[in-house]
């Protein structure tokens, strides 16, 4: 059974960086269309990146240009590099599988003005 874990949240300042991890168990990354999404309180969950094989990367049109997602097949995980953070961007951070149900547990990013 695949199951994810993100890391790498936490409070930064505007302008600031993050780099966030989703490490994949039990499967192998490669295989796998993935997407990060975030949602901030009161707000339905959005799509932030897709990445797949296929299709290779897409980007909500509030992230283009600032943040990344990438995939490091020898570490087995997906990555997601946030940089010029704005407040806006304060939210739970959670990666899937594209099309299914397996989400990982979120980890929290807070962009302080």
């Known amino acids: 059974q695949v199951q994810l874990a993100e890391s790498g949240g936490g409070l930064v300042q505007a302008g600031g960086s993050l780099r966030l991890s989703c490490t994949v168990s039990g499967g192998i990354v490669s295989r796998y269309a993935m997407a990060w999404y975030r949602q901030a309180p009161g707000r339905q969950r959005e799509v932030v990146a897709t990445?797949?094989?296929?299709?290779?990367?897409t980007y909500a049109e509030s992230v283009k240009g600032r943040f990344t997602v990438a995939r490091d097949n020898a570490k087995n995980m997906v990555t997601l590099q946030m940089n010029n953070l704005k407040p806006e961007d304060t939210a739970v951070y959670y990666c899937?599988?594209?099309?299914?149900?397996?989400w990982g547990p979120g980890t929290q990013v807070t962009v302080s003005s």
């Open positions: 990445l797949s094989t296929a299709t290779g990367t």
């Open positions: 899937t599988l594209r099309g299914s149900n397996v």
